[in-house]
């Protein structure tokens, strides 16, 4: 995002001379390319000449960058142009441009974002992610570091941006250099709550011009509960490996078979995506096939309800056992290296996600508790657990969670994240955002984001971080918007969440 949008920055602040030179009547070509220190907005006082003249169209470009940030993230939470009549699910990510354009960009955006929408209110749109790399932004000696302070600020009001680590091994590109002007090329990014694309069989290694193409989500669970009343514990692994393999098996083939629909589509379908967007479509006729060029997106096959899973099978979770987390890692393991044979066997990028269940997470309980009964540890929420997460209502300190959780980030390649809730208002603690990004360099985790409560008075504005909040303290008022973050992205109140995801949002538990 930053990368794209610095260019026209520059274009802005060469207008912005052009302006002045005709109000001036004077000549100031020689400026055009001046190249500016940092965008940042000062008084003129006491500024003669040609200083005089720079800094004012530098503060007249650093407004500018903050209106089009405004108005941008203003249109993708006001233009209901996706289907069902939904606003974009969009996302951005942004942080290692260097460059005092780039830096504009991506200060304004968060100045933008901190200020909120309208009168004050958290944009939900568009899920932001911070791409955080050592030598660039992390460390106080980083040129973008006062930029990454500011993020960890808007991050405790605003819960954007997230966390991308580029520092982790699995999302080093080993062309990526500090010094090109195109290292963004090299540079992992994610897609909304958790989506990751980055390695290709069939091409650049890269996350431009590709994109997820499909996913189906593996019900862990139920594979679990089918085998755990056998006695017999190695029967019992059996068992449950020969239906884990089974599902994968027609998870694989049911995303294939899909693709093999998906590359009839004509590039004429999808004006905006087959000319200037994936990767290799530059070159494509109105009517050729779409095959090879959609085949370097990926094929996901998600799972969800690993601890529950552990439960029936060792009668505890991860966070509970090592034996259970040693289990839980050769569970995904063992589905990471059979994506790995189906990627050989289709020729496609399959990959294994930590699916982010939302109504799934309900549905599958519902399901297996009709054919198998509340069973304590297992089925007797509304809900399941996310992915390979510790469960919301363990209590654990975020520094164990992260231990736990972190060796399934590597794994699940295809999407992953780590989630903390923190405790009172966060607004005043952006050293507890901090805190849980060095957990996430610390451990070697992909993609993390930080949860807290945020209620907001619609009628007067009032905002704080209590627990529940019915009545607004200032002016009496019952029209209370509580924002909470459900899989990932922001919803602006829990009264339309499902049962499965409230009972969980009443679950969750701090970590210290």
Known sequence: ????????VKKSFQEEIRI??????????????????????????????????????????????????????????TIHSRGGNQVVFSSINYGTDTSPEGRCVIRELLNSTYQGVGHGVTAIFPIQIWKKKRGVNYLPEDRNFD??????????KRFFPNFLN???????????????????????????CRTRVFENRFGEKTSIGRGNLSFSTINLVRIALECRNIENEKEKMECFYRKLDLFL???????????????????????????????????????????????QGTLGIGFIGLAEALVALTGQHHGESEAAQKFGLEIVT???DKANEYSEQYQHNYSILATPAEGLAGRFTRRDRKDFGIVEGITDREY??????????????????????????DLARGGHIFYVEIDGDATHNPQAI??????????????????????????????NASLKMDVCPKCGSRHIDKLQRITGYLVGTTDRWNKAKLAELNDRIVHE
Request: include cysteine; hydrophobic fraction near 35%; proline fraction near 3%.
């Open 166 to 192: 580029l520092d982790a091994t699995f999302n080093q590109h080993e062309g990526w250099r500090s010094d090109d002007p195109k290292r963004y090329q090299n540079e992992v990014a994610t897609m909304g």
């Open 434 to 463: 901090k805190t849980v990004v060095d957990m996430m360099d610390k451990f070697n985790m992909g993609y993390t984001s930080v949860n807290h409560n945020r209620n907001r008075c619609l009628d007067c504005g009032y905002e």
């Open 384 to 409: 399941y657990t996310n992915s390979n997460h510790v469960p919301v209502y363990y209590k654990c300190s975020a520094l164990q969670k992260a231990k736990v959780e972190a060796p399934y980030h």
């Open 249 to 295: 098996g027609i998870a694989a083939k049911q995303l294939h078979q899909r693709f093999e629909f998906q590359k009839t589509a004509a590039p004429k379908q999808f004006p905006l995506l087959m000319s200037v967007l994936w990767k290799g479509c530059e070159a494509m006729e109105s009517d050729a096939s779409i095959e090879k060029v959609i085949n």
């Open 147 to 156: 930029l990454y302070e500011l993020a960890c600020k808007v991050s405790a």
């Open 334 to 336: 063992y589905m990471r």
């Open 1 to 8: 995002f930053d990368f794209y949008l610095a260019p026209f």
């Open 20 to 77: 002045l030179e005709q109000i001036t009547g004077q000549n100031y070509s020689h400026l055009y390319e001046v190249q500016v220190e940092d965008y940042l907005t000062k008084d003129l006082d006491g500024l003669q000449g040609n200083d005089r003249i720079l800094q004012h169209a530098i503060n007249r470009t650093a407004g500018r960058v903050h209106q089009s940030m405004e108005a941008f993230i203003h249109n993708m939470n």
